[in-house]
């Protein structure tokens, strides 16, 4: 039994990691003298294109699009956080770009992704709702900073490099989302596309979490799940006849990290194929060309020989799945009766948009997956949150992520809402502890809440 206990860390654990088929990958690779000066010399700028090729099919047979995604639409990178960064650097101006929108509880890592791009002080936070987020609060706030701040053109990224610099940014997790585990419903991923058509603005969703899921009910066993929610970036390509430029309104960042393994760095990009080949020219990759290349042949290895799939349903699915049912059956033994609550959104449940697309989603799903739950503790804990953690960690050794880390970094109306609302929760992951583990963890916490209340 561990004697430290960690359920904040959002990584998966080693006895995870698929190293055989890397080690396949690799030899592969590295015996071939074509693949290993494909793999070994400067990557294209796009990336390796067998593995946008893969990835295109692989997302195909995922989201089940109408017309299937080309792998124009695609380009490697080295994972959705350096990506974020490359977005940034690509498409934003700051002042141009008036507000960066994130939801809350947010991913806070984050916030120092668009800290570090210039954007310190104009970090917002939007409301998450059961179905994903507070859109009419985000629609008078782009209403309300456009009145206010009207800087028309951009002063420094004036060149032909800069094909189009948006007025906003809007980051979200729509699917089993870091840290609230909820999933946004298709209402409000259309009413988003909708909203940054209108205002100029991009959507930017880590979408790193999507394919790990399972039935809610742990009696169902395995079974046949509806298909997997469509992403902001595939509704911008669909509805009401597409994008309205060649830009679109939406990227999505998607990650290996969480699929195969954190230190392969390498994700990739989709969006128009205007999007991805400006972002394909950033400063950096047009110098060292595309990052994570080494990496990237391995992973087209791992795609292309069935490997990854194999991986995703036959280990990782199986092993999370038992992991959260192990913490949700001891959530609901040690600390429901102690008034703790559980809070994971409205069940994703598919209607028919305005244009009467619903992409194969018309049954309600009841689908839990990624790494994370959100809980909010009791209403008369004797002391804060933040006080919890610290003594969970120095009286019995264990680590939990909790809600006032989960502010928008300098939105003081996000401290505010927090301090409200969801600050007084905490996320809980089951990636990195095996069951017993996560077992002895959440009974701790129990134990520790039973203490306060005694004394
Ligand atoms: C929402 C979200 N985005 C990005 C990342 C990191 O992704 P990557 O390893 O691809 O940089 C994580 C990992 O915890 C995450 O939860």
Partial sequence: MAQHINLQLGWPSPSLFPASQLLNSASEVLQSPKK?????IYGPDAGHQPLRQAIASWLTSIYLPKESISFERICISNGASANLENILAKFTEPGYTKRIWMIEPSYFLACPIF???????????????????????????????DAEEQQETPKLKTGARYGHLYKHIIYAVPTFANPSGKTMSLRRRCELVKLAREFDALVVTDDVYDVLRWSEKEDAGPCDLEPVPPRIVDLDRTLDGGPQHEWGNAVSNGSFS?????????????????????????????????????????????IATGSLENHIV????????????AMFRAIKEHLIPLGFRVSTGKPYEASPTSNGETNGHSKKVEVAGGYFTYITTPEDLPISVAELAALALEKYDLKFAYGSMMTVEGDEESAERASRGFGNGIRLCWAWHIEEEIREGIQRLATLTIGLRAN
């Fill in 36 to 40: 290993t000066s494909a793999a070994l």
């Fill in 115 to 145: 800290t570090d791009a210039g954007f310190e002080g104009r970090l917002r936070g939007v409301p998450e709702d059961e179905e994903g987020l507070d859109v009419e609060f985000l629609r008078s706030n782009l209403q309300r900073v």
């Fill in 258 to 302: 969480k699929i195969i393994a954190p230190g392969v760095r390498t994700g990739w990009a989709e969006a128009t194929p205007a999007f991805t080949l400006a972002l394909s020219q950033v400063g950096a990759t047009r110098s060292g060309g595309c990052p994570s290349h080494l990496a990237a042949t391995l992973v087209y290895e791992m």
């Fill in 314 to 325: 036959n280990n990782l699915i199986p092993t999370y799945r038992s992991r959260y049912y």
